[in-house]
């Protein structure tokens, strides 16, 4: 009862006391005071207080340090929400709003990272009546709530499927879906205001604040979140406002993803501004996302060249969600492109060099089966993209510098299939008859460490130049045909095949003496006991296909071994059948 009469005792003294003359330690006995009444659940008779007409003096001066305990309770306690969020309005209503947006401001830097969804969605309306109070003073604190909002909803992870984005345990979908309800007035005010006046310094400051607030959008969550058209989840919605409100502010997606002054080089981009970028060419180019209001002027091969860099950009990524976004962007931005038609000047372009490199690193380094398999579409269509000049030259490239029997593999493949396609046509392509091929030949038809190569290692490329080479000698009379081709085929062919067989009986020779030395060593160990000492006839270490033999069990090591074996008989086998070709040729009538 007489801490009552004391609290009563205070609130007549602050009545009576000008809104000027209030101290610290009145605000703070006005926050213990208000605190101390929810905390024994009693909002109803705080709300009574705040709405009373002779104590709007003292809520209009002090009113603003309860917002903080006001949406604390909304949070934690959902039975007091009603009297709470009242509470809250009449504070939004009667307190300056100068005062009231700061005090959102700090709460919203020190939210409970364990209510961070929670807490947005409780303020956010709130905020939004305090920042349209403002009037023409809104843009930069527009700016510096959205931004600290969303740098809160940048530490809740993103839904990665359908099930997590139903489920919205972390409330983030529930959270973007506030925002874009948050933006909106702002957004009209913009549209409103274009072309109806002269543009103020104001005005552009508020399209400003927007745009950055869409390209922040389009890095967090849009790149970490599956969309897809055919799902129109709450992510894909927020995708969709991000789209439409670019536009309403008077910011083409085709100024900010092909003419921006960031792509002309006259500033340096930040890493964020790029993965923004690249997000809403996925979302144009791929989801087709505002690509009705997209000019229809502009060629496939221009877009192509403008998109190489947001390829560039999400295939340097390790994050699953960019690559997926990264390989459907380059597929899309491929697929307008006619066959056989980019240029090898096109090659020399700093992208057009990086790209392909990446996607070798998802084809060769990515652990995610399905996402090689893309990437290996992905690095075809670009070959058949390429004109015939461009295709040898990415060819003798991919040759050097991939390091990867597989690619290496690949591109053989790649060869002998353009060597075929040019001599269907009856016209010799530019690269892939006569003299230009002899290059490429020189290439594939060598091994990397002589007679020490580790024919294991590279037997997808060792099987593809005998498959090509066996080619090339059953359509000699095409090469014949070509002055001095097939003389210098037939000395690379030699000098390759002779290499080739000192190395398979150097291979066998030791991968026979391992295999006697498991079958050995395991007869040995049958008959000793288990503690006895492993023998040392596995000393010796070898790589096979990225493993050490020392390093298995003996049944391994004996299968791969056995393995290995047969991989030789089969290469000497295709080497005796491509030997016995010229032979047979000559027998056959002219």
């Known amino acids: ?35 101390a009444c929810l905390t024994q659940g009693d909002g109803a008779r705080l709300l009574s207080f705040l709405q009373e007409e002779k104590n709007q003096g003292i809520v209009r001066s002090m009113g603003c340090i309860l917002v903080s ?35 959102f401001l700090e709460l919203i830097e020190d939210i409970d990272p364990g209510a961070i969804s929670e807490t947005i969605l409780a303020l956010i ?3 939004q009546t305090v920042l349209l109070q403002l009037g023409d003073r809104k843009a ?3 700016g510096s709530a959205l931004t600290g909002l969303q740098e809160q909803l940048s530490r809740l992870p993103v839904p990665y499927n359908r099930q997590q984005e139903e489920a919205d345990e972390h409330g983030l979908c529930r959270c973007c879906t506030a925002l874009a309800v948050f933006t909106r007035p702002f957004i009209e005010e913009v549209k409103g205001r274009n072309g109806n006046h002269a543009t103020t310094a104001e005005d552009e400051e508020l399209k400003a604040e927007l745009l950055m607030f869409c390209m922040r959008s389009l890095r967090e969550p849009l790149l970490e979140a599956e969309l897809n058209r055919d799902r129109k989840s709450s992510l894909w919605l927020f995708a969709t406002q991000i789209t439409v409100t670019l536009p309403a502010i008077q910011e083409s997606p085709a100024e900010l993803l092909l003419f921006s002054p960031l792509k002309k080089g006259t500033q340096k981009e930040s890493r964020e501004c790029r993965e923004s970028r690249a997000c809403l060419a996925y979302l144009l180019f791929v989801q087709f996302m505002g690509i009705d209001s997209f000019p229809a002027v502009f060629s496939p091969l221009f877009i192509l060249r403008c998109n190489m860099d947001y390829i560039n950009q999400l295939l340097s990524s390790k994050k699953e969600s960019h690559l997926l976004k990264g390989l459907a962007l380059y597929a899309k931005s491929l697929e307008s492109v006619k066959d056989n038609s980019l240029p090898v000047s096109l090659l020399e372009l700093k992208s057009f060099y990086s790209v392909p490199e990446n996607l070798r690193q998802v084809l060769t380094d990515c652990p995610m089966q399905h996402l090689r398999e893309s990437g290996l579409q992905v690095f075809q269509l670009f070959i058949d ?9 990415f060819f003798r490239c991919m040759l050097k510098t991939s390091n990867h029997a597989g690619v290496e ?11 075929e396609c040019s001599m269907k046509s009856g016209a010799a392509a530019k690269g892939f008859l006569g003299d230009e091929l002899l290059s490429l030949l020189g290439l594939v038809f060598s091994l990397p460490r ?13 099987m593809e130049g005998l498959n090509l080479l066996r080619y090339l000698l059953l359509r000699d009379k095409e090469l014949r045909c070509t002055t001095g081709a097939w003389e210098q085929l037939s000395g690379i062919k030699d000098q390759y095949m002779k290499m080739l067989r000192v190395c398979i009986g150097i291979s066998r020779g030791y991968y026979i003496a391992e295999l006697k030395a498991v079958r050995q060593d395991r007869k040995l160990k049958a008959k000793e006991a288990r503690e006895a000492a492993q023998s040392t006839g596995l000393s010796k270490r070898r790589i096979v296909k990225h493993e050490q033999v020392s390093n298995m069990s003996p049944e391994a090591q004996q ?24 032979e047979e040729k000559r027998k056959l009538p002219n």
């Not at 005792?9 to 926050?31: G, N, V």
């Not at 993209?385 to 040898?392: F, I, P, Q, R, S």
């Not at 299968?559 to 010229?582: N, Y």
Request: one cysteine or more.
């Open 1 to 35: 009862m007489a801490n009552e009469d004391r609290v009563k005792d205070i609130i007549h003294r602050w009545q009576s006391t000008p809104e000027d003359d209030l101290k610290p330690e009145d605000y703070r006995q006005f926050k213990d005071v208000g605190s």
């Open 69 to 103: 305990p006001l949406l604390n309770e909304v949070v934690k306690k959902p039975k007091s929400v009603d009297h709470c969020q009242a509470a809250i309005t009449h504070l939004t209503r009667t307190c300056r709003p100068n005062e009231l947006l700061h005090s």
């Open 125 to 127: 309306p709130h905020l």
């Open 140 to 142: 930069s604190c527009l």
């Open 385 to 393: 993209k390429l004109d015939a000049e461009a295709k040898h030259k």
């Open 409 to 419: 593999g690949y591109i053989v493949k790649n060869i002998k299939n353009q060597v």
């Open 450 to 462: 002589g007679a020490q190569t580790d024919l294991l290692d590279t037997m997808d490329r060792v």
């Open 559 to 582: 299968q791969v071994l056995q393995s290995a074996l047969v991989t030789f008989d089969l290469m000497e086998s295709l080497i005796f059948r491509i030997e016995e070709i010229p």
